[in-house]
Structures are given as C-alpha cells and as structure tokens.
C-alpha cells in the first residue's frame, strides 16, 4: 500500500505514520518526494489495514500498489529518480556518458582511455577488473590491481569509476575504489549479491540478465531498493533471441516502457547489446532517441589487441564521432549531453 501524506504534512505526521506502517508488521520506505511525502507500505501477506492507515494525522489517502515491484515503481514516486556522482548525473535532462574500456589491462591502456574518453565528453569511467568470462580460461581480470589503476585514473581525470563486482565477498573491496558498482547480466539474479550492494550504498547499475524479463529486471533492482539504497540505475544490454547477427539484440523499447513503470533512471548498452563495433555508434543515437538517461560504451585504444571484447569496442576516434551523433539527437530530444 501507499499511504500519501497531505502536501503540508509535518515531520511529525510523517514520523507518526512511518511508526504506525511499522507497529503493524510492514516495513516502511518514506519517499520524500518535491511535492508530498508518501510511504511505501509493504508486507509479505496481504493485510488489509488500509482503512486503520486512512485515519492517522496528514494522510491524504491509502492506495493500493499494483505492479509486483514496489519502490520502484512509478505509482509510489512519480517523478523521475536523478543520480548524481561528480559530473556524472543520470535521471534529468542531462545524459550521463560512461566509457572506457571492457576490461582494465594496464595503467597506461587504462590512463589513456580515461583521458581520451573524458576529452570526447564522457562523464564517467568504466572498466571491470573482475571479470565474468563465459570461459575459465579466459583472461579474468586484473582484480585489486585493477581497481587501483581505476583509481588513479580517476585522481588524473576527476571522472567517477564504474565495475564491475561479481561476488558479495567482494562488495567491500569493489566499493572502497568504486564510485558506482556495476551488477552483470550474469548476476541480474544473484539475490544475496543484491542484497549486498544494496546494503553497501554507493549507486548501483544493474544490468538486465540476456534472458530475464523486464518484470524480473525490476523485481531484481527491487531487492536492492528494499535493501535500503535508493540509487539503481537499470541497464539494457541486450537478450538472446533466435537473431545471430548481433551479439544479443537490443530492445530499445524497453527504454520507454521502463520509464512508464518505474521512476528509476535507464542506461542502454549498445556495445553489449550489438557486439559489432560498427553497430554501436547509431544505436548509442537510437537510444538517446528512445529517452535513455545514460550510455554505456566499451572504448580501447587498440582493440585489435583487446584482451575482452575488442570486436564491440570503439576506438578514441570512433568513440569521438559517436558524441558528436548522439550530440545531435540529444539535441533534438531536448537533452544535454
Ligand atoms: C561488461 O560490461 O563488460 C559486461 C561483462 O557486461 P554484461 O554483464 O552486460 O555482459
Ligand atoms: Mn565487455
């Protein structure tokens, strides 16, 4: 249930109301909102104890929610989450820009990415260092090493560090050098893992699984909003379909109907979502045209070299002519970028 406080609701109506949803066995997530005050009432068992909740001070009324998600559906909070990390900002008019490479490989590939990326217009870095390869015998990462040279190229160019954490043993690690901590497709439904990032409390970009549903998508970002962190950036990067061509296939309408369900801000992932370096740039645009609030692109200095997705990743050049076509649309979206 949502119980809406009245527009001139006082701290304490709202205090009262958070103590009364409690006493009654459900938990309570206060959203305070620019225009009133609602609390997210939410319990395992459907209990009726709406007309109970209808009588306390500054209530305005007691609605049933719908959809299977809760906080982070729409109904609950209507305006649009924004999250903002340094330069990076997602979820208003601005669009973040996160690139950089699939895998950190060096300080000097790292370095130079970061300072390329930052000077075509990038608002933050990626880079994962640890990785999840299909193969063990993959290349797996650069692990601690890896962050810290995340790290540094973060002290040189100011941009905030996106990667990647696999495990719930390793959310303390990732996040003493993480600025956002990136969930992976593989790990959309890695329940105590979400648990665990959700508890850590830096933002969190949860990418959708390959065969996961949008609902699922949701009820997964869902463990991590009722875990008590509010900042979950949803990413899509593409599923499996019967399609060979590309990599995963990129359903882009599932920008605007994320944006109908729930408040929290998307992010596509055309790199991903293609796997073809010739790809990427016009669905970027796409998706800026479908309303995403961030991209998320691989970018390499050399990716013939690469040691993880070099075929999808861009160069400096090409990562350069990407900003200037995503500008354009971004433009004609009236969105800054
Ligand atoms: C990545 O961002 O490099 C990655 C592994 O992405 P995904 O989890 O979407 O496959
Ligand atoms: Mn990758």
Redesign the pocket.
């Known amino acids: 249930m949502i119980v809406v406080m009245k527009k001139g609701a006082t701290r304490e109506e709202i205090q009262h109301m958070i103590e009364r949803v409690e006493q009654l066995g459900l938990k309570s997530h206060p959203i305070y909102g620019t225009e009133r005050t609602v609390i997210a009432a939410i319990g395992e068992k459907r209990s009726d104890h709406r007309q109970s909740l209808e009588s306390g001070p500054g209530v305005a009324e007691v609605v049933p929610i719908l959809a299977p998600y809760k906080v982070a559906s729409r109904e609950v909070k209507p305006e649009p989450t924004v999250i903002r990390v340094g330069g990076f900002t997602v979820g208003d008019a601005q669009i973040g820009m996160i690139a950089g490479p699939?895998?950190v490989e060096s300080e000097e590939q790292t370095l130079t990415t970061a300072r390329a990326i930052k000077a075509a217009g990038a608002t933050a870095l990626?880079g994962?260092a640890f990785?999840?390869r299909t193969s063990p015998y993959s290349f797996q990462g650069m692990k601690e090493d890896g962050l810290k040279i995340l790290a540094t190229a973060r002290a040189e160019t100011g941009l905030p560090i996106v990667t990647?954490v696999m495990s719930e043993n390793d959310v303390k690690l990732v996040g003493r050098y993480a600025d956002i901590l990136?969930?992976?497709?593989?790990?959309m439904q890695n329940y105590r893992l979400l648990e665990a990032v959700g508890a850590e409390g830096k933002p969190v970009l949860l990418?959708?699984g390959?065969s996961a549903t949008l609902d699922e998508l949701l009820l997964a970002a869902e463990y991590i909003l009722d875990a008590g962190n509010p900042n979950v950036m949803l990413?899509e990067?593409?599923i499996r379909t019967f399609e060979t061509h590309t990599r995963f296939s990129l359903t882009l309408a599932s920008v605007p109907y994320l944006h109908d369900r729930t408040h929290l801000p998307v992010v596509v992932?055309p790199?991903?979502g293609t796997g073809h370096t010739v790809l990427v740039a016009r669905m970027a645009a796409a998706s800026i045209a479908a309303g995403a609030d961030a991209l998320?692109i691989?970018v390499h200095p050399d990716p013939e070299t690469a040691l993880?997705?070099g075929y999808q990743s861009l160069t400096f050049k090409q990562f350069a002519e990407l900003m200037t076509l995503c500008r354009k649309v971004a433009v004609a979206m009236d969105r800054v970028m």
């Open positions: 699939c895998s990626r994962g990785k999840p990647e990136q969930i992976g497709a593989r790990n990418k959708r390959p990413c990067r593409g992932d790199s991903h998320i691989e993880s997705d």
